[in-house]
T-cell receptor, first 111, second 114 residues
């Protein structure tokens, strides 16, 4: 029973445009959310996170939005660049729990 | 500073064979983890070690054992490999204690069980 769901397995976006990745969760005890980025043949690398006491966190081109009432978070990448082509994993955890990962979204940034 | 290293990078096993996946980190992290990644499933936690000398089961521990050899090293053993264990295995570590902290991943071990 997956508690973190990324319903879009892939996303194609033009260079310079906005990429929006979505993530839904079912466990209301989750209070910390993270996004990881993964290139082929490499391990995931941490991208950005947000605590449940916030509804937005921004780091350069990356912004994560959290809607607790809808149990939904999204990652915005503006502007998208070719180097952003990767698989993005959403993850969530409660205070002393383990990370639960979504299935990932493959982003392809086209010229 | 190598971060998290894993050996081997790729391994083919026959059903019933055993093997140990090695993981080491040089970031002085207390907590270490083993995950498996399967298509459409994301990463699933197999075992973790919150600190040296302790290990706990994750979401999918059946068929695996772990050893926290010291603070740096955390190994994953398959005693009798099965085709269902064909996967990509990732080791990770995090800063002392708190499981919410950012985890740093190794490059992965791709395992094929025939």
């Amino acid at each position: 029973d997956q508690q973190v769901k990324q319903n879009s397995p892939s996303l194609s976006v033009q260079e310079g445009r906005i990429s929006i990745l979505n993530c839904d969760y079912t466990n209301s005890m989750f209070d910390y959310f993270l996004w990881y980025k993964k290139y082929p043949a490499e391990g995931p690398t941490f991208l950005i996170s947000i605590s449940s006491i916030k509804d937005k966190n921004e780091d350069g081109r990356f912004t994560v939005f959290l809607n607790k009432s809808a149990k939904h978070l999204s990652l915005h990448i503006v502007p998208s660049q070719p180097g952003d082509s990767a698989v993005y994993f959403c993850a969530a955890t409660d205070s002393w729990g383990k990370l639960q990962f979504g299935a990932g979204t493959q982003v392809v940034v086209t010229p | 500073n190598a971060g998290v290293t894993q050996t081997p990078k790729f391994q083919v096993l026959k059903t019933g064979q055993s093997m140990t996946l090695q993981c080491a980190q040089d970031m002085n992290h207390n907590s270490m983890y083993w995950y498996r990644q399967d298509p459409g499933m994301g990463l699933r936690l197999i075992y973790y070690s919150a600190s040296e000398g302790t290990t706990d089961k994750g979401e999918v521990p059946n068929g695996y054992n772990v050893s926290r050899l010291n603070k740096r090293e955390f190994s994953l053993r398959l005693e009798s490999a099965a085709p269902s264990q064909t996967s990509v295995y990732f080791c990770a570590s995090s800063v002392p204690g708190h499981l919410q902290e950012t985890q740093y991943f190794g490059p992965g071990t791709r395992l094929l069980v025939l």
